[in-house]
């Protein structure tokens, strides 16, 4: 299925010289002078990598952590698209309350794994 979003690997860095975390997508890697802006987010926080104040440095750190995060999602979405088609999408005899056929027979009340993961391809893709 045709993706709406740029194709992946994104990649996420420190850029020292504007004290940002950016995620470069898969074209601004290969062509960075064509793709500089569009297929580049950044978080321009002003943060050096060296900060010695700890707030600070859980600041800086979070930010990294985030970009990390955002920068897998190409991968994490492709990898719960392939097991939801591997599982056929069905959890059967499920009784989560997404899933029970009654209410019921609804034995969990959190939503199981199956559930979570179409609610997060659905979040991904603005379903
Ligand atoms: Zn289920
Ligand atoms: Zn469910």
Known sequence: MAEKHTPGPWEGEYDESEESHVIRMATAIENPARYSTVHVW????GL???EEHPKTRQRFE????????????????AALESMLTAW???????KCACCAPAPDD???????SMCMAR?????????
Request: glycine fraction near 2%; hydrophobic fraction near 35%.
């Open 42 to 45: 950044e978080c321009r926080h």
């Open 48 to 50: 050096s990598d060296d």
């Open 62 to 77: 979070e930010s990294e952590a985030n970009m990390r995060l955002m920068a897998s999602a190409p991968d994490l979405l």
């Open 88 to 94: 056929d999408d069905e959890c059967p005899d499920c």
């Open 106 to 112: 609804i034995v969990s009340p959190a939503p199981c």
């Open 119 to 127: 609610a997060a391809i659905a979040k991904a893709k603005g379903e």
